[in-house]
C-alpha cells in the first residue's frame, strides 16, 4: 500500500513538474554601452559623479560637446527600458567577465571566466574560439529550447579555407572580403556547433550601422546589407521568436547589437534621430544609435505580449564590457560613459569591467528591485538555465541570478577575478600616450584585479619607457587597494590603510591565478607578471 502511495506521488510530482511551462529567454547584449549611459542609473548620476579624467578629455576635444547636455540626453535615450527598470531588477554592482569584447563574450556563453581557457585578450580568442562543448547554450537545447544567436559572434577563428580556397583559385583580398571572410568563422567555433539552431551573425569586432558585408545567415553569406543594423538585426530576432511560439517551443534568443561600438559617426533613421535635437551633432547622433535600441526592445515585448508570451519570458539586457569614453576615429562614446567609475574598456579600473545589467520576469519577480550586490555576466545563462529546470554544471563561475533576488541580503559571489591587459588602447586614456595607443597596444603590460565585499585590489604590472607622456622612463608594478562603496572613482588607495585585506585578497587571486593557463598570444612577459608560478606553463600556439 506504501508502496502504492508513493509511486502515486512520484507520478503527480512528475505531472505537476511538465505541467510548469519554462520560460522564454531574451538576452540583449550591447557592445562597449557604459553604466552611464543606462537611463535608469544616469537619471540618479551627477556630472561630478563622473570621472574628472574623462570630463577633462571632453573639455580638450576639438569639436566639444556641453556634458551636462550629453547626461541629460543620456536619461532621455531609453524610455522603455526605464519602463521595464519600474517592473524588474536592476543590478547596481554588475561586471563583465572581461573589460574586452571577446572574452567578455565567452564568459557568456560559458558561464565561466575565459582565463580559465586561456583567453586574456581578443587576440587569444581569435585562436582558441570556444571552449568546446561548455557553451550553455546546449543545455537550452537539451531541456527542449530552440536556440537562436542574432548579432555579434567574435568568439572564433575566422575561416582561412575560405580565403585559401579564393586565393587558390586566382582571386585576389578583395574578393576573399567580398565572399564574407571578414564576418566568417571556423566549423569548431561556429554558433550551429555550439548550441544554436539558428545564426544570424557576423564573426568580426564591428559591423557598419549600413551596407555591411560581414553578415552570415547560418552557413550563408548574405553579402550587402543595405537596412539599419539594429533594426535588421531586431526583425530577425523577432522572426525567430515568432517561429518558436508558433511550434509551441520555448526559445532562446541571444540578441547581441552592434550598438554602440565603432563605427558609429553616422546617423540613426530619422524616426530615431527626431528625437534629439540639441546642436551637437556627436550628441544627436550617440543618443539616436541608444534609442533605437529602446524602441527595439520595445517592440519585441509588444509582440511577445500579442502573442501572451511575455509574462513567462525571462529577458536580461547588458553590456560586453565597459564603455571606450572616447570621441575619433569613428568612436563616439559619450559623457556620461561609465558613470561613476574610472577609466575605460580595455582597463582594470573599473570602468573597463563595470556594466549596467537588467532583469525582468513578469511571472517570476512581482516587484522592482534593486540590488547592489556583486554580480556577473556570467551569471546570463546559469540563470536561464535554472529557470529551465535544468542542473548547473560543477565546473563553471555563474551563479543563479534569482538566489540573489529572492534574498537580496546574501551574497551570490564571495569574489571575482580579472587577468588581463590593462592599456589605454580602447579609450580617452589613448590622447596621452608618446606613442599611438592603438597601433602599439600589445606593449602596456599586464595586470589583475578582485573583488571580494566591497574591495577592489589590483595589480598592474611593469609599465615600459616611451609609452605614456606621465611616465616617460616607465614605471614599476605596483599594487592598489580602494572600496567601491565609498570611491567608486577609486581615488583612495587602502593598501597602507588595509594590509590585512590586501594580504587576504592577494592569496586568494594567487590560488586562482597558480591553476591559470598560459595565454594563446597576449604576451607571455607581460602575462608572466600576473601568475605565482609562470613556469609551470609554456606559452601556447594553436
Known amino acids: 500500500m506504501v508502496r502504492n502511495w508513493m509511486l502515486w506521488v512520484a507520478c503527480i510530482s512528475a505531472v505537476s513538474l511538465q505541467a510548469v511551462p519554462k520560460p522564454n529567454v531574451l538576452v540583449v547584449m550591447l557592445d562597449d554601452f557604459g553604466t552611464g549611459h543606462f537611463a535608469p542609473v544616469a537619471r540618479q548620476l551627477k556630472l561630478t559623479e563622473v570621472d574628472p579624467a574623462f570630463l577633462d578629455y571632453t573639455a580638450s576635444l576639438e569639436e566639444s560637446y556641453d556634458p551636462q547636455v550629453a547626461l541629460e540626453a543620456s536619461r532621455r535615450a531609453m524610455p522603455f527600458m526605464e519602463t521595464l527598470a519600474e517592473q524588474g531588477v536592476v543590478f547596481t554592482r554588475a561586471f563583465s567577465a572581461s573589460s574586452l569584447c571577446a572574452p567578455a563574450r565567452q564568459g557568456v556563453l560559458t558561464g565561466t571566466s575565459p582565463t580559465r581557457w586561456g583567453a586574456y585578450r581578443n587576440i587569444d580568442i581569435n585562436v582558441c574560439g570556444l571552449p568546446e562543448g561548455r557553451c550553455l547554450a546546449s543545455g537550452l537545447q537539451d531541456q527542449g529550447y530552440k536556440t537562436g544567436f542574432v548579432g555579434k559572434w567574435h568568439v572564433g577563428s575566422k575561416d582561412s579555407e575560405l580565403r585559401k580556397k579564393i586565393l587558390a583559385e586566382g582571386g585576389t583580398e578583395a574578393e576573399v572580403n567580398q565572399a564574407g571572410y571578414r564576418g566568417s568563422v571556423i566549423e569548431k567555433d561556429h554558433p550551429h556547433n555550439n548550441g544554436f539552431d539558428y545564426a544570424y551573425f557576423y564573426n568580426f569586432y564591428e559591423c557598419p550601422f549600413y551596407n555591411s558585408e560581414l553578415i552570415w545567415d547560418n552557413r550563408t553569406f548574405t553579402g550587402n546589407r543595405h537596412g539599419y543594423n539594429t533594426d535588421l538585426f531586431t526583425d530577425k530576432a523577432i522572426d525567430f521568436m515568432e517561429q518558436s511560439l508558433d511550434e509551441g517551443k520555448p526559445f532562446f534568443m541571444d540578441l547581441a547589437l552592434h550598438a554602440v561600438h565603432i563605427p558609429l559617426d553616422v546617423d540613426a533613421p530619422a524616426e530615431y534621430a527626431k528625437r534629439f535635437d540639441t546642436g551637437y551633432t556627436s550628441i544627436d547622433q550617440f543618443y539616436a544609435h541608444i534609442y533605437a535600441v529602446d524602441r527595439s526592445i520595445e517592440r519585441m515585448v509588444d509582440m511577445l505580449k500579442r502573442r501572451g508570451a511575455w509574462e513567462n519570458t525571462l529577458l536580461f539586457f547588458l553590456s560586453d564590457n565597459g564603455a571606450t569614453c572616447k570621441v575619433g576615429d569613428g568612436d563616439l562614446s559619450l559623457v556620461p560613459g561609465n558613470g561613476a567609475h574610472k577609466?575605460?574598456?580595455?582597463?582594470?579600473?573599473?570602468?573597463?569591467?563595470?556594466?549596467?545589467?537588467?532583469?525582468?520576469?513578469?511571472?517570476?519577480?512581482?516587484?522592482?528591485?534593486?540590488?547592489?550586490?556583486?554580480?556577473?555576466?556570467?551569471?546570463?545563462?546559469?540563470?536561464?538555465?535554472?529557470?529551465?529546470?535544468?542542473?548547473?554544471?560543477?565546473?563553471?563561475?555563474?551563479?543563479?541570478?534569482?538566489?540573489?533576488?529572492?534574498?537580496?541580503?546574501?551574497?551570490?559571489?564571495?569574489?571575482?577575478?580579472?587577468?588581463?591587459?590593462?592599456?589605454?588602447?580602447?579609450?580617452?586614456?589613448?590622447?596621452?600616450?608618446?606613442?599611438?595607443?592603438?597601433?602599439?597596444?600589445?606593449?602596456?603590460?599586464?595586470?589583475?584585479?578582485?573583488?571580494?565585499?566591497?574591495?577592489?585590489?589590483?595589480?598592474?604590472?611593469?609599465?615600459?619607457?616611451?609609452?605614456?607622456?606621465?611616465?616617460?622612463e616607465g614605471r614599476a608594478a605596483f599594487f592598489s587597494l580602494h572600496n567601491m562603496k565609498d570611491d567608486p572613482l577609486e581615488q583612495k588607495d587602502l593598501m597602507q590603510a588595509k594590509p590585512e585585506v590586501a594580504e587576504r585578497m592577494k592569496a586568494a587571486y594567487m590560488k586562482e591565478a597558480d591553476t591559470l593557463p598560459a595565454p594563446y598570444r597576449f604576451r607571455h612577459e607581460a602575462w608572466a607578471e600576473l601568475v605565482p608560478n609562470p613556469g609551470k606553463h609554456l606559452p601556447r600556439q594553436r
Open 343 to 472: 577609466g575605460h574598456k580595455g582597463q582594470l579600473f573599473l570602468g573597463g569591467t563595470r556594466i549596467p545589467m537588467m532583469m525582468v520576469w513578469p511571472e517570476r519577480i512581482k516587484r522592482a528591485a534593486v540590488i547592489g550586490q556583486t554580480v556577473s555576466s556570467m551569471d546570463v545563462l546559469p540563470t536561464a538555465l535554472a529557470a529551465a529546470g535544468a542542473r548547473l554544471p560543477d565546473n563553471i563561475d555563474g551563479k543563479d541570478l534569482m538566489q540573489v533576488v529572492d534574498n537580496p541580503e546574501q551574497p551570490l559571489h564571495a569574489r571575482l577575478f580579472w587577468t588581463g591587459i590593462h592599456a589605454p588602447a580602447w579609450g580617452f586614456s589613448g590622447k596621452k600616450t608618446i606613442v599611438h595607443a592603438q597601433q602599439e597596444r600589445d606593449r602596456w603590460p599586464g595586470g589583475w584585479a578582485l573583488v571580494e565585499g566591497d574591495y577592489i585590489l589590483r595589480y598592474i604590472g611593469t609599465l615600459d619607457p616611451g609609452l605614456e607622456q606621465a611616465f616617460p
